[in-house]
Nanobody
Framework: QVQLVESGGGLVQAGGSLGLSCTASGSIFSIDAMGWYRQAPGKQRELVAAITSDGSTMYADSGKGRFTISRDKAKNTVYLQMNSLKPEDTAVYYC???????????????WGKGTLVTVSS
């Protein structure tokens, strides 16, 4: 019913920049929040950044000062601009959205399939 599609992953050298985007589509009444998570090999999935419907943002310490999350509400799209990338940023990055499909619904989490970001040293 709701689909999230990410784009923008790839290979970049340490110190470089990369921008990710994610667009939600389908039967969407409203989106409470959107965010980015990442999962590196052998590690748990962790939240990178999130943005709520009112524009409030939150960043994990790992990306604070280097990453910027933004959104285009009209397009149901969230962006993650990553600067000064480090090898430890290498991970599969997943888009998440807490979506209400109807006025009576509580928010439910939907996930994209992920996009791989590889940062070489």
């Amino acid at each position: 019913q709701v689909q999230l599609v990410e784009s923008g992953g790839g290979l970049v050298q340490a110190g470089g920049s990369l921008g990710l985007s994610c667009t939600a589509s389908g039967s969407i009444f409203s989106i409470d929040a959107m965010g980015w998570y990442r999962q590196a090999p052998g590690k748990q999935r962790e939240l990178v950044a999130a943005i709520t419907s009112d524009g409030s943002t939150m960043y994990a310490d790992s990306g604070k000062g280097r990453f910027t999350i933004s959104r285009d509400k009209a397009k149901n799209t969230v962006y993650l601009q990553m600067n000064s990338l480090k090898p430890e940023d290498t991970a599969v990055y997943y888009c998440n959205a807490r979506v209400r499909v109807g006025v009576r619904d509580t928010g439910m989490d939907y996930w994209g399939k992920g996009t791989l970001v590889t940062v070489s040293s």
